[in-house]
């Protein structure tokens, strides 16, 4: 009690000195003894008595913002001293309700929730800790270094994911702008110009840039496998086995470039992925995964593949795909691969023949004559290649797809051969007019 007593006093002595000091203007001073009040209430272990002496001298009429400032710093350095989980959560809460509005302890915020946020999610409260994240929006915070904004929206991304919010989760993801990874941490940061905004240096467990630019793309990869867009999950693995750190490794990039060969595979055949195709193909590496190789071959040769001896070939390292990193390739993944070998089958078709009967091209590709029918028919609409069925005489017509320039030379040339037709029908019937003029005067 006597102890009670004791506190309360020199409280009571410290808040008259810090009205004195904040009355007349003194910014060191205030801020000592904001500092001493919360350093005497951390000492006394009076969790609660800190909290209402938080929000008292926040509240105090005149405040200095520098004071509330280094209060709420101060204070946040005891969070983790809290003897129990309600008393750590009590005093976040605390600084978070007086920081809220304040633009001068955004920073402070924003590390705030993201603390009370891991909380919730310990918990298993993985909805509250999302709803949590999305209430800052750090990429306006001018003061927070760019390596924690990155992590901060990264750790918004990773809980809607969990969330299965994958809208929201895209959203969020596009705020960060991938060439950002680009930029050469080694470089020396150039002097801030006078009038511009201070940045703040980023916290010891805010990973590097490049670990950043991993779990990023570990992060899309979880979204674009919700999508099952093949590509853009070969185009984030790309990405990955591209940081220094992971080229380094052999334990680490074969795995990941075995990845990349597996969704080069599945991913629909158009421009983007033909070029993936051929730069992966000069990657030296490949050499140490030869049957991958000779995937990839397979798809560049323009040969018909059979599917029965492929998969009987490939069947054991898809199946080890869920043993290594990024685990299996997906629900759909042994579907689409067949389905893929088989569009593969019909572009091989389609450059060797420009006339086939359906018959003949479902015996080519092992299929039933309605499957090569409705394969035939999906790549047609999906403008993979040109061709038109005759159904009733059962004849495919395969066509090279022309561009505007081609199509635009064809009609011109047709309009002059036209044009030279009636050029010449005139001058025959005015050649027999002048003719049958002659013999009517004879």
């Known amino acids: ?95 978070n309700s007086v920081s809220a509005g304040k633009i001068y302890v955004e920073i402070e915020r924003a590390r705030l929730i993201r603390k009370l946020a891991k909380i919730k999610e310990e918990q298993g409260l993985i909805s509250e ?22 992590a901060f929206i990264l750790e918004q991304v990773r809980l809607c994911l969990d969330k299965q919010d994958y809208v929201r989760a895209q959203i969020l993801a596009r705020k960060i702008s991938p060439r950002v990874f680009d930029i050469d941490p080694s470089k020396g940061k150039k002097k801030p110009k006078e009038g511009d905004a201070v940045v703040e240096e980023a916290p010891a467990d805010i990973p590097s840039l ?26 984030s693995y790309k990405a990955i086995y591209d940081i220094p750190a992971v080229k380094e490794d052999p334990s680490q990039w074969i795995p990941v470039l075995r990845k990349i060969c597996w969704y080069l595979v599945l991913s629909p055949h158009d421009p983007m992925q033909s070029s993936l195709l051929n730069a992966t193909l000069e990657d030296k590496n490949l050499n140490e995964i030869p049957n991958f190789k000779l995937l990839l071959k397979q798809l560049v040769t323009m040969e018909v593949i059979q599917w029965t001896s492929l998969w009987e070939m490939y069947k054991t390292e898809f199946e080890n795909e869920n043993n290594l990193l990024g685990g299996a390739l997906g629900d759909k993944a042994a579907e689409d691969l067949k389905l893929r070998i088989i569009e593969h089958n019909i572009l091989v078709v389609s450059k060797y023949y420009s006339r086939i009967t359906l018959q003949r091209l479902a ?3 092992c299929l ?57 029908s005139c001058h025959q019937i005015h050649k027999e007019t002048m003719v049958h003029k002659v013999v009517l005067k004879a």
């Open 210 to 235: 490049l670990e950043l630019k991993r779990i990023y793309y570990e992060h899309m990869i979880r979204y674009y496998s919700h999508q099952n867009d093949y590509l853009e999950i070969c185009r």
């Open 368 to 424: 039933s004559f309605e499957e090569a029918e409705k394969y035939l028919s999906e790549m047609v609409v999906s403008k993979s290649l040109i061709a038109k069925i005759d159904r009733p005489v059962g004849v495919v017509c395969f066509q090279t797809e022309k561009d505007s320039n081609d199509v635009l030379n064809s009609w011109a040339g047709n309009l002059e051969k036209l044009l030279d037709l009636v050029e010449k």
């Open 129 to 150: 800790a999302a709803d949590l994240m999305q209430e800052v929006a750090v990429e306006t915070f001018g003061a927070m270094a760019k390596t924690e904004k990155i």
């Open 363 to 365: 015996e080519l590709l």
């Open 1 to 95: 009690m006597e102890d009670n007593q004791s506190l309360e006093g020199k409280i009571e002595a410290l808040l008259n000195v810090e009205k004195q000091m904040r009355l007349a203007g003194d910014v060191v001073g205030t801020r000592k003894a904001v500092m001493d009040i919360v350093e005497l209430c951390f000492q006394a272990k009076a969790w609660k008595t800190l909290n209402d002496q938080i929000v008292l001298l926040s509240k105090r009429r005149g405040q200095l913002k520098q004071a509330v400032t280094t209060m709420v710093q101060k204070a946040m350095q005891y969070i983790d001293e809290t003897p129990d989980l309600d008393t750590r959560v009590e005093l976040i809460k605390t600084l």
